[in-house]
């Protein structure tokens, strides 16, 4: 009955918790109050080690020694704050899916391991701008921590294990014409008309050839700044771009088609002029499915939900691409929420498979262990 009742005062605060972390609206490049509210969060519940580094990473520690394994989630969410709600089972709210209800599933997973680990260490990291340029990323990697196996929190759904991105290229063009009076537009090429025909090029250069999207090469206008007045034709416009693009495709043939096309209208127009600029560049990454850890998450899904996990490929990209292709360790994505919400208007997580997320989380790291020393 202790434990029992144990069980349900920890529930109660971990979802507390939860709720806690969704009022506190933390779009990219704005994580300063959720990264103080992660940091006594950490502190409260025994992590030790706990430190907050110049990009607003969050970091605590669990144990010592090998092996090492690294919880990964982000703080940051999308623009656009949403009304926090519980009702019917559910909590509601910006980042209830993406991916707040995936990192403090992790930070209440690892906190009850504070005083009885067995072996190795465990770092959760909660970092900034994974919806923005990964900065929070690239600035953990800089600490120069080596783990030897890491998960990261993105909504999967709790059966399913995310093992594969795709890689992600954000464009610029940007384009330049004499601009003239709107009532005499044969006098000069209008910038943003001028953008789009070349748009239309780059999507005639990467026909979708496959039927499975995450082996499709993408791409989509994420944003358009063009003209100044209502009399004016437009002299300037800027498009930015985003492209995704599979495992084993090489981002260079993207950009260099890209880069052709533009000197091509450079070369042709001589009133005009197009610039080309990379703003990121994040290559596809994809994990193994027989790795330690995939097997330790795996038959912890196994154990509490007695089904089989399903190993997915995402089109889109995250933290893992980064951290992956940088150390080359054994890695997973792994959290609870419908990925389909990630960034909706009607972002919510059911508090039931919250809660579950935690559990999968405790047994996985157990059985982490259990096969490393086996090993």
């Known amino acids: 009955m202790i434990k029992y009742s144990l069980v349900i005062v920890l529930s109660k605060q971990f979802v507390s918790l939860l709720e806690s972390a969704l009022r506190i609206y933390s779009p990219s490049d704005s994580e300063k109050d959720i990264s103080n509210f992660l940091f006594n969060t ?3 519940l025994g992590f030790s080690n706990i430190r907050i580094d110049s990009a607003d990473n969050v970091i605590g520690e669990i144990g010592s020694g090998n092996p090492t394994l690294l919880l990964c989630g982000h703080m940051d969410t999308v623009p656009g704050e949403l009304d926090v709600k519980s009702n019917n089972g559910t909590l509601s709210g910006r980042g209830a899916v993406d991916a707040k209800s995936s990192l403090i599933s992790m930070i209440s997973a690892a906190s009850s391991f504070c005083n009885n680990l067995p072996l190795g260490r465990i770092i959760v990291a909660a970092v900034t701008n994974e919806e923005g340029n990964g900065s929070g990323i690239r600035e953990f990697l800089k600490s120069n921590i080596m783990p030897d196996f890491a998960i990261f929190g993105e909504p999967s759904g709790i059966e399913k294990i995310t093992i594969g991105y795709k890689g992600r290229l954000s464009l610029k063009i940007i384009c330049n014409t004499p601009s003239v009076h709107a009532s005499a537009p044969w006098m000069s090429k209008n910038a943003i008309e ?3 025909l070349i748009w239309n090029d780059i999507k005639n250069n990467f026909p979708n050839e496959h039927s499975n999207h995450y082996k499709q090469v993408t791409a989509c206008i994420t944003k358009i700044i063009g003209g100044n007045a209502d009399n004016v034709m437009p002299g300037v416009c800027e498009l930015t771009c985003d492209v995704r693009f599979p495992y084993r495709y090489e981002s260079n043939k993207i950009l260099d088609k890209i880069q052709t096309i533009v000197n091509e209208n450079n070369n042709n127009n001589s009133d005009s002029s197009y610039l080309l600029e990379i703003l990121d560049s994040t ?4 994990a193994s499915k027989s790795s330690l850890i995939s097997r330790a998450l795996g038959r912890s899904i196994i154990h509490h939900l007695d089904i089989k996990p399903q ?3 995402k089109t889109g990209t995250g933290d893992m691409n980064v951290l992956g292709n940088s150390l080359q360790i054994p890695v997973v994505t792994y959290g609870p929420g419908n990925p ?5 208007s009607n972002e919510n997580i059911s ?3 919250f809660l579950m997320s935690i559990e999968i989380y405790k047994t996985a790291i157990t059985n982490l262990i259990h096969l490393y020393g086996q090993n």
């Open 283 to 286: 290559p596809a990454f994809e």
């Open 42 to 44: 950490m502190k409260d």
């Open 340 to 344: 389909h919400l990630s960034h909706t």
């Open 351 to 353: 508090i039931d498979e």
């Open 311 to 313: 190993f997915v490929h």
């Open 194 to 196: 001028e953008l789009y």
